[in-house]
């Protein structure tokens, strides 16, 4: 069993930055995708940002250019970086995981973390 707990989010004005951060715990790290999503007020869980176990990186239009996902597979940690923030950008963020390779769908993600909340105020 895998688990992972967020950390990193809270209250920053637009324009600022944040870097969420996702421990995980329980089992081997290093192979596998570990995932963003977001989910704001009254919306669907979206993928942000995804990496896999060989660095390969895909992010959602939204965010490109502007959020950086990275993992530390000694640590076993990934981070998201996210600079240049927008109102829109706020949202509850969740670390997931998976076995296989990338997918977009949070239904194809086994493990989740518990959230975090990012509110960007305008």
């Known amino acids: 069993q895998l688990q992972l707990v967020e950390s990193g989010g809270g209250l920053v004005q637009a324009g600022g930055s944040l870097r969420l951060s996702c421990a995980a715990s329980g089992r081997t790290f290093s192979s596998g995708t570990m995932g963003w999503f977001r989910q704001g007020p009254g919306k669907e869980r979206d993928v942000v940002a995804a990496i896999n176990w060989s660095g390969g990186k895909y992010y959602a239009d939204s965010v490109k250019g502007r959020f950086s996902i990275s993992r530390d597979n000694a640590k076993n940690t990934v981070y998201l970086q996210m600079n240049s923030l927008k109102p829109e950008d706020t949202a509850v963020y969740y670390c997931?995981?998976?076995?296989?390779?990338?997918?977009?769908?949070?239904?194809?993600?086994?493990?989740w973390g518990q959230g975090t909340q990012v509110t960007v105020s305008a």
């Open positions: 997931a995981a998976r076995s296989g390779g990338y997918s977009s769908l949070q239904y194809d993600y086994r493990y």
